[in-house]
């Protein structure tokens, strides 16, 4: 069993190892010029706000609007905190800060709002991002609607790529952990869940504050990236964003959203030459796609290299959380 | 003497104007087979949903054994009174579809085993050690009613007698001290109806614990139950040994209706 616990974690260690070397490769050979690495860092940061929101929506199954709001948080925190602290260290510091005050809002915002089912849930949510985005529209230190300018890039795709990366391995052990079953028990059958015992208010705020955890590490690393940020760049319509991700990568399916997210992103730079018809084409592509597969790309199934390379093993032992 | 483990006094709830459960006196002692019965919408569920913390009761008490007396638990969610050690399947079943045979025992073991969030997320030895000690222990759990040979399937996909059979393996996995089965034998065929019997049997022996059952299988409830409650309308029609209550006319009455003539 340990056995094919290494094999199986050295061969995911060796496909993201080999994706930052094709990608490397690729840079240095010319491949892909400034355009395309501006599409890279942007997929990945994509990446890590939908593996945040996937904890959410599809592993607690609970609906929520408000991601953005937590990207705002962290972006903000980082651009406040670099004006008065310049260099990589305030970098550093603005991410965690960040990171840490997103947690917290999404604590006190999700101790109350979790209790409520569905819709009710979509729309507090959605009520938290707006009031995160008027906030900062009025504020003076956040400077209303202009934003920000003139944030320091620190931003690499190298970086970006690494806490992509680390995302997803924090994510997927998390699911496939007690505490994550629990959440999914809570998802599957709520009642049920609570009488065995599960405290289904603490592991759905568990999951929410996770999420927005990682929401807040995507709107700091953009933040920082495009060096500079505008209440507009989060509102409603970047929640919808990340959802979209989730929705075709398929509710659940961590695979779908990294895969999902990458080819989202290529589309949207694509159409960058369409003008003002992109949103359009953009619309069209995605309700082709999910009036072709409902349960689009994946469905809850999980890209398992494990049942392509050791196909036939310990049939006791196989991992049965692949379709967390 | 035996120690009473559930004590009700006068519970009653009340939705809108209909009294579901009116002033229902019961006690269940430690390592007790209690059958409960009546006609449909006699309140037998809606009692169990009051035991176990689903509703919150409009008047009377439930008290429950906790370590040396009985506590009042009216006020407490159904979670904290599984960790009294109460433990229930559904009338419906309710079992983690997506989940399989054995994560969904895994999970009911949660309330007595700590979370490592931070073993898991860095995948520390002692997160294998410790999933390894569950997955041991659920799959004993298992091989005692002979479903090793699924604990891989999807719970979704297992036939309706698995199902059942698994919920009660789920439930028995959080250690209870009393376990509800809310009619276990509902849609099962004679030859289903017959493994459950032993089941049931079976878990009450091995497993040393209190055991209340809604049926409406006489035969399955007769044979199994030491004493049986009888509700109608809400209220307790009779009590006694299933001896007892086959004689007793009011519930003769209750099942067969008043005779005119």
């Known amino acids: 069993m340990d056995q094919t616990h290494i094999k199986y974690t050295l061969s995911w260690a060796a496909m993201a190892a080999m994706g930052f070397v094709l990608i490397f490769m690729a840079q240095m050979v010319g491949l892909i010029g400034h355009y395309g690495v501006t599409t890279i860092v942007l997929i990945g940061i994509n990446v890590i706000a939908a593996l945040g929101l996937n904890l959410v929506v599809g592993i607690s199954g609970q609906f929520s609007l408000g991601h953005a709001g937590f990207m705002a948080i962290g972006a903000y925190a980082t651009a406040l905190i670099m004006a008065v602290m310049p260099g990589v260290m305030g970098f550093i510091v603005g991410m965690v800060t960040g990171i840490a005050v997103s947690g917290i809002v999404a604590l006190i915002v999700g101790i109350p709002t979790l209790r409520l089912r569905g819709d009710y849930l979509a729309i507090a949510t959605l009520g938290f991002a707006e009031i995160i985005r008027i906030v900062i529209m009025n504020l003076k230190i956040t400077n209303g609607p202009a934003g920000i300018f003139g944030i320091a890039p620190f931003v690499s795709w190298q970086l970006v790529y690494i806490l992509a990366v680390i995302t997803l391995i924090i994510v997927v052990n998390f699911v496939r952990s007690m505490p994550g079953r629990a959440i999914i028990a809570v998802r599957d059958n709520e009642i049920a869940a609570e009488s065995l015992g599960i405290n289904t208010t603490k592991y759905k705020v568990i999951a929410f504050v996770l999420g927005a955890l990682f929401a807040a590490m995507a709107g700091s690393l953009r933040a920082s990236f495009i060096q500079s940020i505008a209440p507009k760049d989060y509102a409603f319509m970047q929640s919808i964003m990340i959802l979209i991700i989730i929705v075709i990568g398929g509710i659940g399916s961590m695979s779908g959203k990294v895969i999902t997210a990458i080819a989202l992103g290529i589309l949207d730079t694509l159409l960058q030459n369409f003008g003002s018809l992109r949103m359009v084409i953009y619309s069209v592509i995605l309700i082709v796609v999910m009036l072709i597969r409902p349960q689009v790309i994946f469905g809850s199934r999980e890209l398992s290299l494990k049942k392509w390379l050791f196909d036939g093993g310990d049939g006791h032992d196989t991992d049965h959380t692949e379709n967390a | ?261």
């Open chain 2, 1 to 261: 003497m035996t120690q009473t483990i559930l004590k009700t006094h006068d519970l009653s709830i009340r939705f809108g104007g209909v009294t579901a459960v009116d002033h229902v006196n019961i006690e269940a002692s430690e390592n007790e087979l209690i059958g409960l019965i009546g006609p449909n919408g006699a309140g037998k569920t809606t009692l169990f949903n009051l035991l176990t913390g689903v509703y919150r009761p409009t008047e009377g008490d439930v008290a429950l054994f906790d370590g040396q007396k009985l506590a009042i638990v009216n006020q407490q969610s159904p979670a904290k009174r599984a960790r009294l050690g109460i433990a229930r399947t559904f009338q419906n079943i309710r079992l983690f579809e997506s989940r399989t045979v054995l994560e969904n025992v895994m999970i009911a073991m949660n309330s007595h085993t700590r979370a490592h969030t931070w073993d898991a997320i860095l995948r520390l030895p002692s997160f294998y050690k410790h999933e390894a000690t569950l997955k041991n222990e659920a799959r004993q759990l298992l091989s005692i009613f002979d479903m090793l040979g699924v604990q891989d399937t999807l719970a979704t996909n297992l036939p309706y007698g698995q199902q059942r059979r698994l919920e009660i393996v789920r439930a028995l996995a959080t250690k209870p001290k009393i376990l509800f089965l809310d009619e276990p034998a509902a849609g099962m065929n004679p030859q289903e109806t017959a493994d459950l019997t032993r089941l049931i049997k079976q878990v009450q022996q091995e497993f040393k614990m209190t055991i209340i059952l809604i049926e409406h299988d006489m035969n399955l409830v007769m044979a199994v139950s030491e004493r049986l409650y009888v509700l109608e309308y809400g209220k307790l029609l009779a009590s006694g040994t299933p001896a007892e209550i086959q004689q007793n006319a009011d519930v003769i009455r209750a099942y067969l209706g008043e005779n005119d003539t």
